[in-house]
């Protein structure tokens, strides 16, 4: 397990990560440390695509919960309770992340090994150390620029070995 703050992506910038990454209804979104679960609803209500968040802190996963169902998300969002290196990510298409660049760095062989080729990983204001992002954009804000980094496995990142 990790500490990592939750601290919550502005919506605009939620969007723009989406829109960066190309969900649309065929993907599978996953966000990594869900929070208030704002990636997700969006991913699934905007975007159409399915979503999955996955969130170790009990109070905030019930929060999510309560959210899905009061949207009537049922069949398109689920939230799992627990500790994303615990949790096969791999029919992922799309996995958002806004951790720590050392969480990032841990979770980078992880994320290696489970996704696929063609699988986009977009991380808020925080780097994958050893990735060389396919795209970097800012987004301002009140008060700064949020930085979006979005990486492509096969591209990316080492290419995977076929066996």
Not at 133 to 154: A, L
């Amino acid at each position: 397990m990790v500490d990592v703050p939750f601290v919550s992506t502005p919506e605009h910038v939620a969007r723009k990560m989406l829109e960066l990454a190309g969900v649309g209804p065929s993907d599978v979104v996953y966000d990594l440390g869900a929070g208030d679960g704002r990636i997700i609803i969006m991913a699934a209500k905007e975007f159409g695509a399915r979503a999955v968040g996955v969130e170790i802190r009990k109070d905030l996963y019930e929060q999510i919960l309560k959210r899905i169902k009061l949207d009537g998300l049922e069949g398109k969002v689920r939230v799992i309770n627990g500790d994303f290196f615990h949790v096969n990510v791999s029919e992922a298409s799309v996995v958002t992340l806004y951790l720590l660049t050392t969480v990032n760095e841990k979770l980078r062989p992880k994320l290696e090994r489970e996704l696929g080729v063609g699988a986009r990983v977009v991380s808020h204001d925080f780097e994958v150390p050893g990735w060389k992002p396919v795209r970097v954009e800012s987004v301002r804000d009140y008060w700064c620029d949020h930085k979006i980094y979005v990486y492509e496995i096969g591209v990316s990142t080492p290419k995977k070995k076929e066996w």
